[in-house]
């Protein structure tokens, strides 16, 4: 279950952290500078001036597109945790973000706690897919 929601999200706009080029364990400050590198180099602005190839404008406008939404989800701390347990919609900004991040927050903190405790018991994707059962079934109550 939680593939089928990561590869909705990365279909949209491929997985945030390969548009900006960091790892998933990337600090605040590693995002918010490969954001700004990436954002310099892509400005539509910049591409606009010296272009004659209209094409390569489009090109820079939805290549910064794609910069500014992975930043906006992986720069802030709630949408990162929802995201990363394949729960975030970017298409669906009425969602409750903060209603429910506390507790994804709460239980990627458990997931993380096990593996470190018991290597042998559940596979943090085994945790995530439980968790992702779990919350369906509230959604279906």
Known sequence: MVSI????TNQRSG????????????????VRAAYRKLAMTWHPD????????????????RRFQQIQEAYDVLSDHR????YDAGLYDPLDEAEDIDGFS?????????????????????????????FVEMAHGFNES
């Open 5 to 8: 929601e990561m590869e909705r």
């Open 15 to 30: 997985c945030y952290y390969a548009v900006l080029g960091v790892d998933r364990c990337a600090s605040a400050a590693q």
């Open 46 to 61: 910049r591409w606009a001036r010296g272009a004659a190839d209209s094409s390569r404008a489009e090109e820079a406008k």
């Open 79 to 82: 949408k990162r945790s929802l």
């Open 102 to 130: 506390g507790f994804v927050e709460e239980m990627m903190s458990l997931m993380e706690d096990v593996r470190r405790e018991d290597k042998s018991s559940y596979s943090l994707e085994e945790l995530q897919r439980m």
